[in-house]
């Protein structure tokens, strides 16, 4: 079983950054992947970019060029950097890990982008 707890979400102007965490209740290079979505009000949660243990990314075409996701194995713990925000990015970001076939979700941090 994997637990995860996530961080660093808040209120931030258009333009501005935030980086979220997300810390592991077991070693991040036993997990295959994991990865950040979102889920804004009245839709479907969305991915927004995953990193593998091989330090493969991925990124939903909306967050290229302005979301990072890395990996920091020594603090089992994944970072989204997360820069020029825009209206559109306000949703509630969940850390998801996958270390085999089961899928593990945190409990959501909500990031609101708002001037």
């Known amino acids: 079983q994997v637990q995860l707890v996530e961080s660093g979400g808040g209120l931030v102007q258009p333009g501005g950054s935030l980086r979220l965490s997300c810390a592991t209740s077991?070693?991040?290079?036993?997990?295959?992947?994991m990865g950040w979505y979102r889920q804004a009000p009245g839709k479907q949660r969305e991915l927004v970019a995953t990193?593998?243990?091989?330090?493969?990314?991925n990124y939903a075409d909306s967050v290229k060029g302005r979301f990072t996701i890395s990996r920091d194995n020594a603090e089992n713990t994944v970072h989204l950097q997360m820069n020029s925000l825009k209206p559109e990015d306000t949703a509630v970001y969940y850390c998801?890990?996958?270390?085999?076939?089961?899928?593990?979700w945190g409990q959501g941090t909500q990031v609101s982008v708002s001037s």
């Open positions: 998801n890990a996958v270390p085999d076939g089961r899928i593990y």
């Open positions: 077991r070693s991040i290079l036993s997990i295959y992947r």
């Open positions: 990193i593998t243990s091989g330090a493969s990314t």
